[in-house]
């Protein structure tokens, strides 16, 4: 498994001095990018080939959101190639090894000027070693809503939305979605699957599903197609 060591910062926390979920996700978005780097098949790879890992879906479970201060060990392992996707976990310990996190993702290497899916070539196969997926509970990446729900402020999408593959950033869209969430839901569990990819002069429309224990946002076009879908769990209960 590859990964490297931190230490949480203070611009990475919330108001309860702990780890943000969006800043969780860019240290797994981060662990992948690092490693694709250190194997020559990161992005300036890519980019000369116009091609791009994009995220289908994220499932994140969380154990405990580290402290600010607190070193921490993130690493990933790819463990499946299929076709045109590549399947790959997270994981983020203290520095005890104790288990703060886990993840699932699915990636689709899409042709960038064509706008269509590619197979990795050899030497991408070649450089990742795969391994077995980590112990956890895998979940479906098709997220329905079967209500229309609530409609929320709607987002115009800015500059620093905006990544380097020209489009909004697949954690942006969780960060969009956390601000949406009702006081003392205590998120654990997030599921999201990404759909269509919102550009520079998008506007996004959020709709709300909130439940009990789960609080969905599903964030649109105008004319209703999803750019993404997000649910929140709070398993609290279930303890």
Not at 34 to 46: A, T
Not at 183 to 202: N, V
Not at 227 to 234: A, E, G, H, K, V
């Amino acid at each position: 498994m590859y990964s490297f060591e931190s230490r949480i910062r203070f611009s990475e926390t919330g108001r309860d001095h702990r780890l943000t979920i969006p800043m969780l996700l860019n240290y797994f978005q981060d662990c992948s990018t690092q490693q694709s780097e250190d194997l020559g098949v990161g992005m300036e790879y890519l980019e000369q080939r116009d091609a791009a890992w994009v995220l289908n879906f994220w499932q994140v479970d969380i154990i405990r959101r580290p402290l600010l201060g607190e070193k921490v060990i993130i690493g990933t392992q790819p463990y499946e190639f299929k076709g045109v996707l590549g399947f790959r976990n997270y994981i983020m310990t203290d520095e005890k090894g104790e288990k703060l996190a886990l993840a699932n993702t699915i990636y689709t290497l899409l042709n960038m000027k064509k706008h269509v899916p590619c197979r990795p070539d050899d030497k991408i196969r070649e450089a990742y070693v795969l391994g077995e997926k980590l112990e956890m509970e895998y979940l479906p990446r098709k997220i329905v809503f079967s209500e229309e729900g609530e409609s929320a402020e709607p987002i115009a999408v800015a500059r620093h939305h905006i990544d380097s593959n020209g489009h909004v950033n697949n954690v942006q869209y969780v960060d969009m979605a956390v601000d949406l969430l009702p006081a003392g839901f205590a998120a654990d569990r997030i599921t999201a699957s990404y759909h269509i990819s919102a550009m520079p002069g998008d506007v996004i429309y959020p709709r709300i599903h909130s439940h009990e224990d789960q609080f969905g946002v599903d964030l649109r076009r105008e004319d209703q197609e999803s750019f993404c879908r997000i649910n929140f769990f709070d398993r609290s209960n279930l303890r």
